[in-house]
């Protein structure tokens, strides 16, 4: 029985023949690997040989049985084949929500606001001297001074003529009031007379028209050229 | 004092038995008892014996049964042959030497499988997702309204490729990532290339029989 150098000496399996090919540090290791590999093997060799899947056919077959699916009924076939019920409480990961449609349009759209909106409180302006009046607002004339309608009630009808029409008695006791006559309408005495100084401009800026755009383009050009013309050239 | 060395070489030689038996045992063939197989009638749309691998004739009291059960709505002369539960992702598709024929499209959202039948047989399946708790897949029968290849969610912001539409609220059959433990907003989910296959395959105008799910069956026997 020769022992292996640096090791004790093992009755029956050190000392053997074996032992001798492999390195007595490797031989736990070359045992371990080779009990490893053929469990391994035997338990692939296991699965191919269908028993482990026969297992797995009866599991099916039972579940069948239980649902009251033979398992040569068309629903038993479709059972072998289903992964199972899906538990419940499942999640929707597949997809992530995003907000309305009508909050993602368009962002940067701010809704119109009122001009005196953000007004609070603003103190009155006394009317200055040197700001002229925007509108002249003409008082109604008193109605002492509007000189009475000659109207005369002519009962033949006739119409006096001048620039006031007759008023056309009616034998039912009706008034016909003729069309005023044709011209300038005027307005009810009681109310004020707002009369535009400058005609075309209600009062709000316009937005500049296309020509007053283009005379200020074509004032930079001008003015760009007067410079380019003035400034010192360069030497060659 | 061999006993070491023979151990070894037992060791060694089982796994080399191990390893011929892995390469020359078959794989596993079904264990469930075949249903018995009847020559088709002259007036079924029969198919070639070459195409009848890999799918499993039914017989005419399969169908009796199946229609009177609900399990299917119309005749279906074969089914294709897998004997194993498909996993997340996998599909079959098998339609060679099928006829062309009305297509028509059987989901069961309770076992989770979609089926895609034409002429009579059916040509693929598939495990599906489908709606979640709160989104839940309608059943019914439907009809499909639109097609579109490259179809973007409106309002998921998702992509929807080789959408076939169903409804109009949006509920449809598209390409989708099937995993376990996943689910829609209501939509049918099937495996990308399933998709692509049935996409080719559908028109516009076919029916698409959705189940409704157990629960859901059990509640409205129950009412």
Redesign the interface.
Known sequence: MAATAGLPARPGFASSGAGAWIAARWRPVVAVALILGVAAALGIATYRSGWLPQRAGDAANRMAQKLGQGASSVAGLFNLRSPGERASGALARLKVKLPPLHQRALPKVRRPVSPLAGVVAAPPVPPAASVPPLYNIVAPPPKSAVPALPVALTPSGGAPGGVFPAITPLPGGGVIVPPPAIGPPSPPPDVPVVVPLIPGTPGIPGVPEPATWAMMLLGFVLIGCAVRRQSPSFSR | ??????L??G??L??AV??G??VF?P?????????EKKPARADEQSIPAQASKGR?S?SKA??T??IA?G??DRP?QS?LD???????GEYEWNDRAIPAGPTWVRI?V????I?VFRAGHEIG?A?I???????ETPSGKFHILAKVRDHR??????AMPYTLQLTGDGVAIHG??VR??????GCI?VPLEFAKRLFDQAKVGDEVVILPA?MEARAQHAS
């Open positions: 004092m061999k006993t070491g060395g023979i070894i070489v060791l060694l089982a796994a191990a390893a038996a892995m045992i794989q596993p063939s079904s264990h469930v008892p075949t249903p499993q039914l399969q169908q049964e199946a059960k399990t299917l279906v089914l897998v004997r194993a539960p498909l996993h997340f069961d309770g076992s989770q499988i089926s399946t495990v997702v489908y709606g979640g708790d709160n989104k969610s409106s309002i998921y912001d998702a989708s990532t376990s433990g996943a689910a829609t907003h989910g157990p």
